[in-house]
Nanobody, 116 residues
Framework: QVQLVESGGGLVQPGGSLRLSCAAS????????MGWYRQAPGKQRELVAA???????NYADSVKGRFTISRDNAKNAVYLQMNSLTPEDTAVYYC??????????WGQGTQVTVSS
């Protein structure tokens, strides 16, 4: 059974930082592209950051220079370090593991709220 379990969300003040974690099980983690997506109320889910099997990264323009995605294949984990948070970053953040259309998995999401 495949599971992606996010943690690390919460309430933070503008300008603050959070580190999200996603623990994967039931997959050969190193074979998957891992990503973080987010969905704000009334908006579509959007890609925030992704890291490929070889470690190459890509980011949404809105988070470049503020967020960093990383992975630890030994721990079957992917992380999202989020700095300089703004209220516009408020959303539910989802972990995704993708290898093919038949091997595309999602976590349950973790809420990030940026507010004073």
């Amino acid at each position: 059974q495949v599971q992606l379990v996010e943690s690390g969300g919460g309430l933070v003040q503008p300008g603050g930082s959070l580190r999200l974690s996603c623990a994967a099980s039931g997959i050969i983690f190193s074979r998957y592209v891992m990503g973080w997506y987010r969905q704000a109320p009334g908006k579509q889910r959007e890609l925030v950051a992704a890291i490929s099997r070889d470690g190459s990264r890509n980011y949404a323009d809105s988070v470049k220079g503020r967020f960093t995605i990383s992975r630890d294949n030994a721990k079957n984990a992917v992380y999202l370090q989020m700095n300089s948070l703004t209220p516009e970053d408020t959303a539910v953040y989802y972990c995704n593991g993708y290898r093919s259309v038949l091997n595309d998995y999602w976590g349950q999401g973790t809420q990030v709220t940026v507010s004073s």
